[in-house]
């Protein structure tokens, strides 16, 4: 029965980041990915902190499956979410330089997003919040490059993807 639900796996909480990535490169058909996430030698964006993968911005079957298979229920699920992205990014810029605050909405936005068919803005959200969770990168988060502002614009532009992608579900 929970197979024909659509769940073909599953991460209990608290997450493991290793367990999540290994699960990400299992059902996106990826092995050759760095997810180490370990201190870069120069000032440059440490690429293999953020593992970037091919995400949709929106998969109906996806989000359908998560709402037991009702189209209805799913598209009222997006256009709540819809709804309160402005608030989401508004939220985020005002947060910029406050790190439990972007925790806060960035795992606020990573739950809202998760059963909605939106992979890319919850994945965009959950890098955030693992960031500025990271006790290795506190001392890194007030810095001269701050990873945190390139990941948070990433997630507002997730966002403007799906305001744009969702226009033909809603």
């Not at 440490?46 to 949709?56: D, E, I, M, Q």
């Not at 955030?128 to 990433?154: G, I, V």
């Amino acid at each position: 029965r929970i197979k024909n639900a659509g769940i073909d796996d599953f991460i209990g909480k608290p997450l493991d980041k290793k367990v999540l990535i290994q699960i990400i490169k299992k059902w996106c058909g990826i092995d050759n990915i760095d997810c180490t996430g370990q201190e870069p030698q120069s000032e440059e964006l440490p690429v293999n902190f953020s593992v970037r993968v091919a995400l949709p911005v929106l998969d109906s079957d996806m989000g359908i499956k998560l709402s037991l298979g009702d189209a209805d229920n799913w598209r009222t699920l997006l256009h709540m979410l819809l709804q309160q992205l402005p608030k989401y990014s508004l939220n985020l810029s005002l947060a910029a330089k406050n790190r439990v605050q972007l925790i806060n909405i960035s795992h606020e936005l990573a739950g809202a997003s998760s059963y909605c068919g939106t992979p890319a803005l919850s994945y965009a959200a959950k890098q955030l919040e693992d960031y500025c969770r990271s006790e290795e990168d506190y001392c890194r988060f007030e810095s001269k490059y701050n990873l945190a502002d390139s990941l948070r614009n990433d997630l507002q532009h997730q966002m403007q993807r799906l305001k744009e992608a969702a226009v033909d579900y809603i």
